[in-house]
């Protein structure tokens, strides 16, 4: 079983709408918890940190479920420059991070 | 801004060839990292090292290694490049002082051997 898995997709969503990604984790010692995005060919880039009460930045919310070991990403009134794929990160507390295989989302005109 | 640069973008070799890869970071971060990434696969992590000549191994080390002789540089070595190291290589640097480990990323090296 990986570590953290996702959705792969492709999510296809029209402009403006909302879309949700789950992602779960393995290991219940983990202590941090992220999104990070990356567009195509590119390096992936930090886009929140998942706090245990829930957090929101702008049209992102992130929130996390310990009892059930899954992170989640709502975006809301989606762009087109949202469209990229976005990988959920998990710390186990080692200085190493834990990497998802990415979920990819394709916002549509 | 925080800067982590790789020496190549595109690399070609060919089998069996020792190969070299470096990353450079400017923000003076302890803990530098390099990972492998292939579709469906994600980023697996292949070593990383948390000061000045200390390395630990990561997910998949197995026919690599890795130098760093200076807190801002970490090199990736492939002894005997094989077709199956074709593959996206990504540095990444992290402070040690901040709470998150928030990792900053270099554009990546595709390297491809024939």
């Known amino acids: 079983r990986k570590e953290v898995e996702q959705d792969p997709g492709p999510f296809n969503v029209p402009e403006g709408a909302t879309v949700a990604f789950n992602c779960t984790y393995s290991n219940s010692a983990s202590q941090s918890f992220f999104w990070y995005r990356q567009d195509c060919r590119k390096e992936p880039k930090l886009l929140m940190s998942?706090?245990?009460s829930g957090n929101e930045d702008g049209r992102f919310t992130a929130q996390l479920n310990r009892a059930s070991q899954y992170i989640s990403l709502l975006i809301r009134d989606s762009k087109l420059s949202d469209s990229a794929t976005y990988l959920c990160v998990v710390n186990t507390g080692r200085r190493a991070l834990t990497f998802g295989s990415g979920t990819r989302l394709q916002v549509q005109p | 801004d925080v800067k982590v640069t790789q020496s190549s973008r595109y690399l070609v070799k060919r089998t069996g060839e020792k190969v070299f890869l470096e990353c450079v970071q400017d923000m003076d971060h302890e803990n530098m990292f390099w990972y492998r990434q292939d579709p469906g696969l994600g980023l697996r992590l292949i070593y990383f090292s948390y000061d000045v000549k200390m390395k630990e191994k990561g997910d998949i080390p197995e026919g690599y290694s890795v130098s760093r002789e200076k807190k801002e540089r970490f090199s990736l070595i492939l002894e005997s490049a094989s077709t199956n190291q074709t593959s996206m290589y990504l540095c990444?640097?992290?402070?040690?002082?901040?709470?998150?480990?928030?990792?900053?990323f270099g554009p990546g090296t595709r390297l491809t051997v024939t």
């Open positions: 998942v706090y245990s």
């Open positions: 990444a640097s992290s402070s040690t002082s901040g709470v998150s480990y928030e990792q900053y």
